[in-house]
């Protein structure tokens, strides 16, 4: 009976501990409406306030582009406050292109409303509390 009382309480700790440790955070996934095209790739980054618009952000994800609709899902992020920049790197050189006059060549987003000139942390934030989240963003 002691035997039988050790191994069911081995069992029950080991079941809470992989519960406990099988997931950190929520899930903050996208979905990108109006891809043209299925050249390149999509490639999206999460950024925090230190991380927006310098450079990669805390988790970056990217797939192949495909017409219509693509979906990225950024895992276990923690609660915090964050951005999502997304764009459609259709030459896969792994940056934005310009045209001579400044203006981008790739089609791009963020989770926030696009506005004139270049997107700002404010503008594209987000909270992540205790819940998964999605958005739908069109390009």
Do not use: C, W
Not at 30 to 49: P, Y
Not at 70 to 79: I, K, M, N, Q, Y
Not at 114 to 131: C, H, I, L, N
């Amino acid at each position: 009976m002691k035997k039988m009382g050790i191994i069911l309480g081995l069992v029950i700790t080991s079941v809470l501990t992989g519960y406990a440790q099988e997931k950190k955070g929520v899930n903050v996934t996208v979905t990108i409406e109006n891809v043209l095209s299925n050249e390149g790739q999509i490639i999206g980054s999460l950024h925090t306030a230190d991380t927006f618009m310098k450079g990669a952000g805390i988790q970056n994800k990217s797939v192949d582009a495909t017409t219509g609709e693509v979906t990225l899902t950024f895992s276990d992020v923690e609660p915090g406050t964050f951005a999502l920049m997304l764009m459609h790197d259709a030459n896969g050189n792994q940056r934005m292109d310009f045209e001579p006059t400044g203006m981008p060549k790739e089609s791009y987003a963020t989770t926030g409303e696009m506005t004139f000139g270049p997107p700002s942390f404010d503008g594209s934030k987000f909270e992540v509390a205790d819940t998964d989240l999605e958005f739908r963003i069109r390009f």
